[in-house]
């Protein structure tokens, strides 16, 4: 028989891991929600604002750090934005209708982002991807309305 030196205890110590492997469970956070969806506390003197307007007209502002995504921001406080691909451009469930007044101050969408707003139920001239927004201090202050439905594509979309 073929013997590679130490491959014994090796076999035997991964044998007696997979018959008494237990699996974990998912311990429950103890970070505070705001601070979930990859956003963090901003440093005192360094906040950006951003306000958001939802579905049913409230308005909920937040302090945020550049470089936070709006999609991470609202679902670091937990608002209504799926974010089904994780910000990666590939749906359209982080559409955002962006205040006239800050819609200007954001770079161009690029391409994929055009395609995927394409998708978007109820697109309008100011619509744009949440995830491809991030702060910074040209839209220190933006305003963004979340949509009244968001669409979700899926491979019966395309049949
Ligand atoms: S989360 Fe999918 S495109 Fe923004």
Redesign the pocket.
Known sequence: MFRVPGMSKLVARSTFSARFMVPRMPRPSITPIRWHGHVHKPKPGEELHVTFILKDGTQKEYEVCEGDSL?DIAQGHNLDME????????????HVIVDPDYYDALEEPDDDEND?LDLAYGLTETSR????IKMNKDIDGIRVALPAMTRNVSNSDFE
């Open positions: 999609l974010g089904a691909c994780g910000g990666s451009c590939a749906c359209s469930t982080c995927m991807l949440g995830c491809q």
